[in-house]
């Protein structure tokens, strides 16, 4: 059993320090250019992180008491914590050279004012309200699922009654939109246009899609989860690839060969960029490099084998951190398309998660004590015995030639007290599975029915096509090909997409 520290060591200590004295000293720096914003947001996630690895450290004692377990669970709940203090006291700084500019002389200190002017104090039309209402919906948004969350963690609420929790975090997100942006059309590719036209406006549908957005991302991170570094693995991998998609936005070098490379003007007066889309994306990086840094700090503690567990409401966090940057920034298809295994995995899983499949509470791999290796876990699909004696005690009373032959027959499964539950649609179906390799399943030798299969997650099916493993290396499995089909999503995105739509857009 792996020992928990509940302390820092003298070299941790040391380095934190120094993180958390350079990233003090980065934000003052800022104050003396027009805020620096981006480099403020750095320096924030050297503290975030810093801070985060403490907090784990510390708090971890507590956290073990309180559960009465052997490891401190819910873990991801003080990160999220912890980010949250690190976006709320970034506020002022993506805002500060406008704050500047509503003040009195325009932020040209050496101008001399008439006192009308000082005595009518701020030019408040010239501050971003709009930006200032997203940035808030967003912290509002984030900080609903975190008590949500943690409620999941303390009382264990079923997946059907939990399935809507990040939909009412939406909320305050989707009022803002709906006040602010208000775009509900989409753009039709080019094939379609003779009959939808350019623009296709989907009204309330729209709205609709984005609580489903808003939805789905948290609970497809939950969904993929239950070994160590798993949850927090994804949720990085997926970071880093949004945020790769960012930059492209941000620098004529990086730019996708589509987009404009000559300055278009922004909502901001006076400012330019090289696309639109940038403001959007700066948000979006404003919001995601604090994340990594407390996800970075928890997979220190969580990487196998694990110190700490994160908990339901590490899940719910990370996943409404993406449904918030994607909807906020207009860029909630290419999240999508960075979640094409957590889509996967939520298709694969369906016919248990909608009972066509009888689905156990926890459909993690299994140990093996023995060889030290994860084995693929099994859903059972027999019927109990004291069933198939009740169905012998009604058979019996019949005088039938063919009831006594049924007796007979259910007379033998009582003997191997193996019966299968399953339809036989169903059955052709997992026999169809298991001839593509999809699945494994144990099939009666007498009658032909499917007694039993692995259970239908993506870290099941990983080891169906590759065998038994350490759950390192199945994590590192799954996390190189998030990597690589998140990839193959932004090609689509950038390359691919101009097949059916003329430009790159946004």
Same mark, same amino acid.
Request: with cysteine; proline share 5%.
């Given at each position: 059993m792996t020992q928990v520290k509940t302390s820092l060591s003298r070299t941790e200590a040391w380095s934190l320090t120094t993180l958390s004295l350079a990233s003090v000293a980065i934000l003052v720096q800022t104050f003396q250019g027009d805020g620096a914003p981006l480099v403020a947001s750095i320096a924030f996630s050297g503290l975030a992180y810093a801070l985060s690895y403490a907090m784990i450290r510390w708090l971890g004692g507590v956290f073990i008491k309180a559960a009465n377990m052997d490891r401190p669970e819910t873990m991801g709940a003080v990160c999220a914590v912890v980010y949250l203090l690190a976006i709320i006291c970034f506020i002022p700084f993506p805002f500060y050279k406008d704050i500047v500019a509503a003040t009195s002389g325009g932020g040209n200190r050496d101008l001399v004012l008439e006192v009308r002017q000082i005595e009518t104090g701020r030019f408040l039309h010239r501050f971003p309200h709009g930006k200032l209402a997203s940035y808030l919906s967003a912290i509002l948004s984030l900080q609903s699922v975190v008590i949500l969350g943690v409620g999941d963690d303390l009382f264990d609420i079923r997946w059907r009654h939990k399935v809507l929790?990040?939909?009412?975090?939406?909320?305050?997100?989707?009022?803002?939109?709906?006040?602010?942006?208000?775009?509900?059309?989409?753009?039709?590719?080019?094939?379609?246009?003779?009959?939808?036209?350019?623009?296709?406006?989907?009204?309330?549908?729209y709205y609709a899609y984005m609580a489903a957005i808003s939805i789905f991302a948290p609970n497809s991170i939950n969904i993929l989860a239950g070994v160590n570094g798993m949850e927090v693995g994804q949720s990085i991998v997926i970071a880093i690839l949004i945020l790769f998609n960012d930059c492209l936005y941000l620098s004529p070098e990086f730019l996708p060969l589509s987009l404009p490379k000559t300055p278009l003007p922004l909502s901001t007066p006076g400012s330019s960029s090289l696309h639109p889309a940038t403001d959007s994306h700066l948000f979006s990086i404003y919001l995601l490099l604090p994340f990594l840094a407390v996800s970075l700090s928890l997979l220190n503690h969580n990487w196998y084998p694990a110190r700490v567990f994160v908990g339901d409401t590490y899940c719910y966090f990370a996943g409404m951190v993406f449904a918030v940057v994607a909807i906020q920034g207009h860029f909630s298809k290419t999240l999508l398309l960075l979640l094409i295994p957590q889509i996967g995995n939520f298709i694969y899983s369906a016919p248990q998660l909608f009972a066509l499949v009888p689905c156990p509470r926890h459909r993690l791999p299994k140990f093996n004590a023995r060889t030290g290796l994860l084995e693929n876990s099994w &859903?059972?699909?027999? /019927?109990?015995?004291?069933?198939? +004696?009740?169905?012998l005690d009604a058979t019996s009373t019949s005088n039938s030639e063919a009831e006594s032959n049924g007796h007979a027959r259910k007379k033998s499964r009582i003997v191997t007290g193996r019966h299968s539950t399953l339809k036989k649609p169903v059955q052709s179906a997992l026999k169809l599975l298991a001839r593509f390799h999809l699945i494994r399943i144990e099939v009666d030798s007498s009658t032909g029915e499917v007694l039993r299969a692995t259970n239908m997650t993506l870290l099941n099916l990983w080891m169906v096509w590759f065998g038994p493993?350490?759950?390192?290396?199945?994590?590192?499995?799954?996390?190189?090909?998030? &990597?690589?089909?998140? /990839?193959?999503?932004?090609?689509? +995105?950038?390359?691919?997409?101009?097949?059916?739509?003329?430009?790159?857009?946004?």
């Open positions: 929790i990040p939909a009412f975090a939406s909320i305050p997100m989707l009022i803002v939109y709906f006040v602010d942006f208000g775009v509900t059309s989409i753009v039709i590719p080019t094939f379609l246009r003779p009959y939808l036209g350019e623009l296709f406006d989907l009204g309330w549908l &859903a059972d699909f027999t /019927l109990p015995e004291e069933r198939f +004696r009740d169905e493993m350490r759950e390192d290396r199945l994590v590192i499995g799954l996390l190189t090909a998030q &990597a690589v089909c998140g /990839l193959m999503g932004l090609w689509v +995105r950038h390359r691919l997409a101009l097949w059916v739509f003329t430009v790159d857009n946004w």
